[in-house]
């Protein structure tokens, strides 16, 4: 696609449902990235996946968070057993390999609200 | 691990003013990034550096990597009020691909 797509754009959901989160990245990268951003702070790395590489899940905050990437395009990210402190919005980006001194293209996040 | 403080964390613009912010690390990066940030939307990238001593424009917008290469500046001449957002430094070290970023320096109107 012409940028990075990420589904849903809202979510809300009670506190312990598991949630789903997804990203399409721009066609022809083979590197995304998922970061965390709480309200009015920076930018938090969860997880980043580089072609078949084993993904660097060095940023996960627990073992309730996962993410997968399947044929090398779509990502999901989910939160098991949400918990209130997972509410933020979480953007996704990708870059071509390597070329991260380019820096990434983001998507437009999924604000995910935990009542 | 590497951390990037980023300063101020706010400022208020006046239209036609120049603005300042800037961003420091504990360690190296090889390449700095600087990317604005609107409601609702991902940052967006407006300069990148890549050696030590560079100086980027980018329209009104100017960046510099340190000599040290462990700081970076951004500046915004003759600000307009769609100016406003957060702006977010990003370096990249030696190892790996990920980019570590700054907490944002959130930019508004004086009223």
């Known amino acids: 696609g012409a940028g990075v797509s990420q589904s849903p754009s809202n979510k809300v959901t009670e506190k312990g449902k598991d949630v789903e989160l997804r990203c399409d990245p721009i066609s022809g990268h083979t590197a995304l990235y998922w970061y965390r951003q709480s309200l009015g702070q920076g930018l938090e790395f969860l997880i980043y996946f580089q072609g078949n590489s084993a993904p660097d899940k060095s940023g996960l905050p627990s073992d309730r968070f996962s993410a997968e990437r399947t044929g090398g395009s779509v990502s999901t990210l989910t939160i098991q057993r949400t918990q209130q402190e997972d509410s933020a919005v979480y953007l996704c980006a990708s870059s071509l390999a390597g070329r991260t001194n380019y820096g990434y293209t983001f998507g437009s996040g999924t604000r995910l609200t935990v009542v | 691990g590497q951390q990037l403080n980023q300063s101020p964390q706010s400022m208020f613009i006046q239209e036609g003013e120049d603005v300042s912010m800037n961003c420091t690390s504990s360690?190296?990066?090889?390449?700095w990034l600087w990317y604005k940030q609107d409601p609702g939307e991902g940052p967006v990238l407006l300069i990148a550096l890549y050696k030590a001593g560079e100086l980027t424009s980018n329209g009104r917008l100017t960046a510099q990597f340190g000599i040290t290469r462990k700081d970076s500046f951004l500046n915004i001449s003759a600000s307009i009020p769609s100016d406003v957002g957060i702006y977010f430094c990003a370096g990249r070290g030696a190892a790996g691909n990920k980019l570590t970023f700054g907490g944002g320096t959130r930019v508004l109107v004086k009223p």
């Open positions: 360690s190296i990066f090889n390449t």
